[in-house]
């Protein structure tokens, strides 16, 4: 064995500048809370109820815990029933078909150009011309309570 194979060319020389470590941020005042408008609290339950999105990706989006969020959604489901059951209910959108059944001539002549078809179950309600709001949304309860 050699004498040498211990013997390395280590440098032990002491640096004494300074280096820049890693940055950081130093909060001196309160973390306020953000206070979010109606309109867009509403908008990010929308966007995080929209088909293959993930929940806790729009809450990060928006600068947020997704915790917080699904709070939000929670309370908005349980608004939405609580006005159901005092009978305030707020237009909702549903699916709509449009049905080509029959030939585009006949849609256009006038007769049938303003029908509405709401199917609700095996029920259909029909409506052509200008119907007030509040007797369709009593039709539609009855329709959808009798189904």
Partial sequence: MSPYRFKTNFNRSV?????????????????????????????????????????????????????????????????QAAARRQGNVTPAFAPVVIAHDRPVAALSSGTDAALIEITIGGA????????????????LRAVKAAT
């Fill in 15 to 79: 640096k004494t500048e300074a280096s820049r470590g890693p940055r950081v941020e130093v909060i001196t005042g309160i973390e306020r809370r953000r206070d979010w408008t109606d309109e867009e609290k509403l908008s990010i339950i929308m966007e995080s109820c929209r088909d293959g999105v993930v929940i806790s990706d729009v809450a990060r989006r928006h600068g947020m815990k997704p915790q917080q969020l699904f709070t939000w959604r929670n309370e908005f489901r349980n608004r």
């Fill in 124 to 139: 259909t309600v029909r409506v052509s011309g200008g119907v007030d709001a509040k007797a369709l949304a009593a039709v």
